[in-house]
Nanobody
């Protein structure tokens, strides 16, 4: 079993920044790759940014140049640095991990961009 715990969400004004963290509390050694998704009200969950199995990164077009995914292997933690936030970035952000041939999800953290 893999357990993921997100943190760092909150309310921020347009143009502001937030950094989300996803810590692996259990099962870190079995994880092949991790990423971030988000789900806005009334919309489907969508990819934000992810590491691939080969260690490269993929970003959605809507966040390229503004968001950066990174990881600290020693801390079993993945980060999402979000800059130049827009109201349309408002969503619940979920961390996921691929391990043991299945996807695991965190509980999500709310990000609200509003003035």
């Amino acid at each position: 079993q893999v357990q993921l715990v997100e943190s760092g969400g909150g309310l921020v004004q347009p143009g502001g920044s937030l950094r989300l963290s996803c810590a692996t509390s259990r099962g870190a050694s079995s994880i092949r790759y991790m990423g971030w998704y988000r789900q806005a009200p009334g919309k489907q969950r969508e990819l934000v940014a992810t590491f691939t199995l080969g260690g490269t990164t993929i970003y959605s077009d809507s966040v390229k140049g503004r968001f950066t995914i990174s990881r600290d292997v020693s801390k079993n933690t993945v980060y999402l640095q979000m800059n130049s936030l827009k109201p349309e970035d408002t969503a619940v952000y979920y961390c996921n991990a691929f391990a043991n041939a299945q996807l695991y999800w965190g509980q999500g953290t709310q990000v609200t961009v509003s003035s």
